[in-house]
């Protein structure tokens, strides 16, 4: 069985800080994805990465997918209030199913 | 206009009852499917479709079972339900059925059975 393992479970931070989140795992998945998922909605995604060592950035915030497509980082810069939710990454293996990792809580506080 | 819209965003019933949930995507979409979300905010798999067929069904009870009339509906059906069926339950779709396709979410049905 393929798992994802996501850390920190919480995270609370300042505004103004950086962080880094990472999803890592034993197996290798054809692709990665990053979801954030706000109360009361559903998840939506920020971000795919297909290719090993592949980096995205989208504003203040950079993904990366390792080497081995194996684990994956999301780092914020310059964290702001509205950055807070719960940040999913979600492996694809290849039957098609999405695979998530437990989640990320964070919390940026003014 | 909303993309995924599942009903009801809420539905409060005593252990035993049946229940189902309707979801509707107005994406064009061919894949479908059902996650249930824990307590925990855990994102797991239950059903996919992909035009109206079942290619993906995790270990779920038999007590659920989806439908998918056509490809932009898929509705979830429960019967007898129990008290560990509480949870968010999402729908989904997604252009096809490659899991690196986006998926698109539906805002959620809040399961409570008591």
């Known amino acids: 069985t393929q798992l994802l393992e996501q850390s920190p479970q919480f995270l609370s931070i300042q505004e103004g800080e950086n962080l880094t989140v990472y999803c890592n795992s034993s197996?290798?998945?054809?692709?990665l994805q990053w979801y954030r998922q706000e109360p009361g909605e559903g998840p939506v995604l920020l971000v795919t990465?297909?290719?090993?060592?592949e980096v995205k950035k989208l504003k203040r915030l950079t993904f990366q997918f390792g080497d081995a497509r194996k684990d994956s980082s999301l780092h914020i810069t310059a964290a702001q209030t509205g950055d807070t939710g719960l940040y999913l990454c979600?492996?694809?293996?290849?039957?098609?199913?999405?695979?998530f990792g437990q989640g990320t809580e964070l919390s940026v506080k003014p | 206009d909303t993309a995924v819209s599942q009903t009801p965003k809420y539905l409060v019933t005593q252990m035993g009852n049946d229940k189902s949930i309707k979801c509707e995507q107005n994406?064009?979409?061919?894949?479908m499917y059902w996650y249930k979300q824990d307590s925990k905010k855990f994102l797991k798999i239950m059903f996919s479709?992909?035009?109206?067929?079942?290619?993906i069904n995790e270990t779920v009870p038999n007590r659920f079972s989806p439908k998918s009339p056509d490809k932009a509906h898929l509705n979830l059906h429960i019967n007898s339900l129990e008290l560990g069926d509480s949870a968010v339950y999402f729908c989904?779709?997604?252009?096809?059925?490659?899991?690196?396709?986006?998926?698109?979410f539906g805002q959620g049905t809040r399961l409570t059975v008591v």
């Open positions: 989904a779709s997604s252009q096809t059925s490659f899991s690196g396709s986006e998926a698109f």
């Open positions: 197996s290798v998945f054809s692709s």
């Open positions: 990465v297909v290719t090993g060592g």
């Open positions: 979600a492996g694809g293996d290849q039957g098609g199913k999405l695979i």
């Open positions: 994406l064009g979409h061919d894949t």
């Open positions: 479709y992909n035009n109206k067929e079942l290619i």
